[in-house]
């Protein structure tokens, strides 16, 4: 992944908090990236592995704008002669350091459950991403100006599926239900503002995520309710991805992701 490096557009206000909202961001795609690659030959159909794959590869691609964008911003809040790369900060940071959501480090599962977290992941991003395109943030605004486009395919593909299995058999209607069911947990860290996220909000920069909830659950209780599929009432909710704090699973998606780099430090492809 490593490119050349042109100079980085100036962060228009608050260089260290656009750097860690960046990185949140990223890490988010990153890891709903290497997930949906977990599929590839693995998918139902021939054309959905294709699918899932170009879907991992946009998200992927938003992730490394991202990551660069949060290197080159924390190396000049630090005063640093250089930035951590996108590979730097994909393959060299350990668990603790990465700041995703739990809803993208939760195993493959079963097909259901992918279009469950398809669903709410590229809901939320598709809304998210809307609003960040009028960012005053100019690498921002760009990225999420090209994400909308990307992530309204997402979405519309996890709709076609998540009717198809609601709408479908006995057996699709239950997978369907309960991929929805084990994901619901995860939703509401979707939309937990902070102090980070309160500043950027304020400064014109960033979203507050609190406030794309109403519109999303919205879009989300519409499509379950066609594919005749019950809105789940989960009992409890995760927190703390954007602490570090993460399940167990993201270790095992990292030990993987970052083998090859850990294994040949220093090398490029």
């Given at each position: 992944m490593t490119r050349p490096a042109p100079a980085a557009p100036a962060a228009v206000a608050l260089p260290a908090d656009v750097a860690a909202y960046c990185l949140r961001l990223g890490d988010d795609a990153l890891v709903a990236a290497q997930r949906l690659g977990e599929w590839v030959s693995r998918a139902p159909e021939m054309e959905e592995d294709l699918a899932l794959a170009n879907i991992a590869l946009d998200l992927l691609g938003q992730a490394r704008s991202l990551l660069t964008?949060?290197?080159?911003?924390?190396?000049?809040?630090?005063?640093?002669?250089?930035a951590r790369t996108e590979d730097d900060l994909a393959y060299l940071r350990g668990e603790r350091e990465f700041r995703c959501i739990h809803l993208v480090e939760l195993p493959r599962g079963d097909f259901a459950l992918t279009v469950a977290r398809l669903l709410v992941f590229s809901g939320y991003q598709a809304a998210l991403y809307r609003r960040l395109a009028g960012s005053i943030d100019p690498v921002l605004a760009g990225v999420a100006a090209k994400a909308t486009k990307e992530v309204a395919y997402h979405l519309g593909h996890a709709v076609q599926w998540t009717l198809r299995l609601g709408d479908g058999t006995a057996e699709s209607h239950r997978r369907m239900q309960a991929g929805l069911d084990a994901v619901w947990p995860y939703v509401a860290e979707l939309f937990d503002d902070d102090e980070l996220t309160t500043r950027l909000a304020d400064a014109g920069a960033g979203v507050l995520p609190s406030e794309l909830r109403a519109g999303c659950e919205s879009g989300w209780r519409d499509v379950i309710a066609e594919a005749g599929?019950?809105?789940?009432?989960?009992?409890?909710?995760?927190?703390?991805?954007?602490?570090?704090i993460h399940t167990e699973h993201l270790g095992l998606l990292l030990a993987e992701l970052q083998s090859v780099a850990r294994s040949h430090p220093g090398a490029t492809w």
């Open positions: 964008r949060a290197g080159d911003l924390e190396a000049a809040a630090d005063g640093a002669a250089s599929l019950g809105l789940p009432a989960p009992v409890w909710r995760s927190r703390g991805g954007r602490d570090g």
